[in-house]
């Protein structure tokens, strides 16, 4: 094994809770710009920076916490200070070039995260700029490349990863983004923390239709990349909440027409398809399944009650659930809905192309006959990488009204740094309060630099 790499801080996770890293402790730092808009919304916050010339970074992230302003939230405010994006100006950040620190960003596909290998179609739940970061806009991006689509609509996932992919060229930092890059270990070191990662740029050339899952790894076992070793005195975690997809552990989940990544419906031809999930992924697939001719059978372990709470509350919002609602009140013979009811087991027929799935709810069980199962469950963020500390991280579970869940680690609330390990940043949501959306936790990402900079004495 090489000599392992030095570097002051290592980002683990390039999507959008890691990815912004790299801009930032690559030195382009926030400062006050005087927004009309934050003005009149939010006077006191405008008339308390309005003298204040130096980076932000160098606030006093404690104080404005005991002030009843987290910093994640100080942040969004200055660059969201309403829902609507109408000019650049009315965000009260302006971005400009300072000294950058040694780091580098490890990640294992392409930065941006899950939204590489999300449905063709996917659109997010709420405005495009939502999803954007704060020293680069949507409207930015989209003057840039000679695009021309509107911010505030829901954005669909190619024009949202082309933003993300852009990212590290656009600022400079893209020699200290290492895609295809899995890490393995995180462990205590006498210079803060070893990491070991293996190359997996092999898995950039996999099909995910074929393999039936994202293209990464999914455990050591089908690592045979070189292993690499890097030292680091800060790391920020940000694997997200689906670095480990969950499993439904019945016999036959492995079997060929059993897949966990669904791009488009072409990928699933055949007639008949049993989709099991319950959350917002499954809603997707089974709706555009239909909408594509398939016979669906969506199964969900999931009550009634809840699922339509679900659809009733999206239905104004987003298309695709004014769609499902439709479908269902229509009674469409294609979509068929099972609650409280789990596989329990899936065979191959005709020579392993097709199956039998079967279900059970309570002491009943049904067979059916399909060409295809997908399994939409989700994942979780795993913690298994960080090994042999002292004290183990505590976590706590978050739920949203959006069905996400994932658990989060303790934190300080004012740099989002580790109670239990020092100088270890759980990234975006992971950290213990945020809300499970974009929006919530760009904010983190200045306080958790701010944070590594004041111990640099670079502030
Ligand atoms: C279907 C779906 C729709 C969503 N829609 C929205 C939406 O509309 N708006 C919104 O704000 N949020 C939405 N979310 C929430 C979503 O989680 C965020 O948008 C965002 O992608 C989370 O970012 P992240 O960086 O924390 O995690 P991820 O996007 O999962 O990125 C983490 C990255 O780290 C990599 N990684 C993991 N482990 C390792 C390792 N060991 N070594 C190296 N790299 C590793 C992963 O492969 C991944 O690339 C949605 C989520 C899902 C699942």
Redesign the pocket.
């Known amino acids: 094994m090489n000599t392992p790499e030095h570097r002051t801080v290592i980002v683990?996770?390039?999507?959008?809770?890691?990815?912004p890293f790299a801009p930032v402790l690559g030195g382009w730092h926030p400062f006050f710009h005087a927004s009309n808009v934050l003005q009149a919304r939010y006077p006191q916050i405008a008339d308390m920076f309005r003298q204040h010339t130096d980076s932000l970074l160098s606030l006093d992230m404690e104080s404005m916490l005991h002030s009843g302003i987290p910093p994640a939230d100080l942040f969004r405010v200055l660059h969201h200070p309403r829902q609507l994006y109408e000019g650049g100006d009315q965000i009260a950040l302006k971005f400009r070039q300072q000294d950058p620190i040694d780091f580098l960003l490890?990640?294992?596909?392409?930065?941006?995260?899950?939204?590489?290998n999300?449905p063709e179609n996917?659109?997010?739940?709420?405005p495009g700029q939502?999803?954007e970061f704060a020293f680069h806009s949507l409207a930015e991006h989209v003057q840039e490349t000679g695009k021309s689509y509107n911010v505030n609509d829901?954005i669909i996932k190619h024009r949202l990863i082309d933003y993300y992919h852009r990212i590290p060229e656009r600022f400079g930092v893209a020699d200290r983004v290492r895609e295809w890059?899995?890490?393995?270990r995180v462990e205590p070191h006498e210079a803060g923390f070893l990491v070991t990662?293996v190359n997996v740029s092999d898995w950039s050339q996999r099909d995910p239709v074929t393999l039936r899952r994202?293209p990464?790894p999914e455990s050591d076992d089908e690592l045979t990349g070189e292993v690499q070793q890097y030292t680091c005195k800060y790391l920020v975690y940000?694997?997200?909440?689906?670095?480990k997809l969950r499993r439904l552990e019945v016999p036959g989940e492995d079997l060929p027409f059993v897949t966990q990544f669904y791009e488009k419906a072409q990928d699933l031809p055949g007639e008949r398809v049993v989709v099991v999930g319950g959350g917002?992924?499954a809603d997707?697939a089974a709706t555009e399944l239909h909408d594509a001719g398939r016979h669906v059978t969506y199964v969900m372990r999931q009550s009634r009650d809840l699922h339509w709470g679900l659809i009733n509350q999206s239905r104004g919002g987003l298309p695709y659930y004014k769609r499902i609602a439709e479908i269902l009140e229509g009674g469409s013979e294609r979509l068929e809905t099972v609650y409280d009811t789990s596989l329990t087991s899936i065979e191959a027929i005709d020579e392993g192309d097709r199956g039998v799935v079967t279900m059970a709810s309570g002491d009943d069980t049904r067979q059916i006959e399909v060409d295809h199962v997908l399994k939409e469950i989700?994942g979780s963020a795993?913690y298994s990488?960080l090994q042999g500390f002292e004290q183990p991280l505590q976590l706590v579970e978050k739920h949203d009204t959006?069905r996400?869940q994932v658990h989060q680690a303790k934190v300080h609330p004012h740099s989002y740094e580790s109670i239990d390990i020092p100088n270890l940043y759980p990234?975006?949501?992971?950290a213990e309060g945020l809300g499970?959306?974009?929006?919530?936790?760009h904010g983190t990402t200045y306080a958790i630099v701010a944070d590594i900079l004041k111990k640099e004495g670079m502030l």
């Open positions: 683990v996770g390039g999507g959008p809770a890691g990815l490890l990640t294992q596909e392409r930065v941006g995260g899950l939204w590489n999300v996917l659109l997010t739940l709420s939502w999803m829901l890059t899995r890490v393995t990662a994202p990464f940000a694997v997200g909440q689906r670095s917002r992924s997707w989700g795993d990488l959006y996400f990234g975006g949501y992971l499970l959306v974009v929006i919530a936790m």
